[in-house]
């Protein structure tokens, strides 16, 4: 079946303006998380989506970063005021809720580049 | 958050068994363990979790500790398509609005030779 989709896989803006990253998570999971991962390290945690609501959004850098996911399935990141340091890797997962030993499933990353 | 310690990066030859290890000393009694591993330019993808008993599937083996705080991911023979990066991580069993959420660390690089 389909997995965790990403769009777009490569996006480059200039400093200071607004991007959105989309995610497609698996059919039928409710659990969604967003992770951030710069060159040479782990994936870094962002937020964590149970259905429609941000359960954990403590990884989130400061306010310019923003996510939704209104119906609870497709989820979108939105960085603001676009800096430098924001280039990155930026993962999305999903996975089926109830068991915490479900695996992840992870999208391949949409990569940023702000110049 | 709760980290995992794991060497920087191994070398294997390929059709050899590899050992990566994972200390994990702080780890509660109802933390599940899961390695992932990153190929380049690709998410993480799920390799193997375990809570207590050693733990075998298609892709790998999972021999945790007794004590509980240390595994080895065990791959019986190596392939040129294994070399990654391993990681090792804890997630938490019980309720909470972190459940099941994922910690990583740096990961080990493996490096297979023909």
């Known amino acids: 079946g389909a997995g965790v989709s990403q769009t777009p896989s490569n996006k480059v803006t200039e400093k200071g303006k607004y991007v959105e990253l989309r995610c497609d998570p698996i059919?039928?999971?409710?659990?969604l998380y967003w992770y951030r991962q710069s060159l040479g390290q782990g994936p870094e945690f962002l937020i964590y989506?149970?259905?429609?609501?941000?359960?954990?959004d403590s990884g989130l850098p400061n306010d310019r970063f923003f996510a939704v996911r209104p119906e609870g399935s497709v989820s979108t990141l939105k960085i603001q005021r676009t800096e430098r340091g924001d280039s990155a890797v930026y993962l999305c997962?999903?996975?089926?809720?109830?068991?915490?030993?479900?695996?992840?499933?992870f999208g391949n990353g949409t990569r940023l580049t702000v110049t | 958050d709760a980290k995992t310690t794991q060497p920087n990066s191994m070398e294997s030859n390929e059709e050899e068994p590899v050992h990566l290890p994972c200390n994990h000393s702080?780890?509660?009694?109802?933390?599940?363990i899961h390695w992932y591993r990153q190929l380049p330019s690709q998410g993480p993808e799920y390799v193997i979790h375990g809570l207590t008993s050693n733990v075998n599937n298609r892709m790998a083996s999972l021999a945790i500790a007794e004590d509980r705080k240390s595994s080895t991911l065990i791959l019986h023979r190596a392939t040129l398509r294994d070399a990654a990066v391993y990681y090792c991580?804890?997630?938490?069993?019980?309720?909470?609005?972190?459940?099941?959420?994922?910690?990583f660390g740096q990961g080990t690089i493996l490096t297979v030779h023909p």
């Open positions: 059919s039928g999971h409710t659990a």
């Open positions: 991580t804890r997630v938490g069993r019980a309720g909470g609005t972190s459940y099941g959420k994922l910690t």
């Open positions: 702080t780890i509660s009694g109802t933390d599940y």
């Open positions: 989506f149970q259905g429609t609501g941000a359960a954990d």
């Open positions: 997962a999903s996975r089926l809720t109830g068991t915490a030993y479900s695996p992840l499933h």
